[in-house]
């Protein structure tokens, strides 16, 4: 658990939604560090900052280093970890999609389709529950540079705005699942500390409504 009692530990991206996080923690009225020279670990009036990568944080609340944290629910559906998931923040809206090249054929029609990604465990479920075969080769960025290389047939990624896949000859073929910016708590938190974290939780509330 949190070895410092008296402040309120909150694990946050390093990523995507740090500026979205940053902009709602400011308006709500609430502490947050500056971002330049920004250090790993911050503490500011009672609460104490870790900034980690987007997939690392359901672990850290998971495992009780942080009370909460902040993070795409697509990093949830990924991590499938055990913590609660009070409140949707309505920022960092993006969709998890299937892409394929542009002039590819229909990809339900392979014996197996090998798909690049970042979501691993999502992407083999995805096909799992369409009785289609996938072979799935993970890897950390640039996920859309595999079709066009021969690494794979199509990929499964984040898209805001859909430009990159485009820019790299790639189609959404279909939607995986939606996401937002989703505030989480760790189980025990949750009840050793609930007029803390509830504090937190409604503050933030009142600037998402």
């Known amino acids: 658990m949190n070895n410092n009692p008296t402040a309120l ?48 944080v359901p672990t850290y609340v998971e495992y009780g280093v942080a009370d909460c944290g902040v993070v795409g629910r697509d990093v949830l559906l990924e991590t499938a970890s055990d913590v609660y998931e009070p409140l949707d923040l309505g920022f960092g809206r993006c969709r998890l999609v299937l892409a394929r090249p542009s002039n590819a054929g229909d990809y339900r029609r392979a014996s197996t389709v090998r798909v690049a990604t970042k979501y691993p465990r999502l992407t083999a479920a995805f096909f799992l529950e369409r009785g289609l075969s996938a072979e799935v080769v993970r890897l950390a960025g640039s996920v859309e540079l595999a079709p066009g290389l021969g690494l794979a047939d199509c990929i499964v ?26 505030l989480i708590v760790n189980r025990a938190s949750y009840h050793a500390r609930r007029a803390e974290v509830f504090g937190l939780v409604e503050t933030l509330r009142g600037v998402t409504a």
Do not use: Y
Not at 26 to 50: H, N, T
Not at 167 to 177: D, I, S, W, Y
């Open 9 to 56: 530990t909150v694990a946050l991206s390093k990523g995507k939604l740090l500026a979205g996080t940053e902009s709602l923690f400011r308006r709500a009225g609430l502490p947050f560090p500056d971002g330049e020279g920004r250090k790993l670990v911050a503490s500011m009036d009672g609460l104490r900052f870790l900034f980690v990568k987007d997939m690392d």
């Open 157 to 182: 990624d984040v898209v805001e705005t859909g430009r990159t896949l485009a820019e790299n000859g790639l189609t959404a073929v279909e939607e995986v699942a939606a996401s937002t910016a989703r």
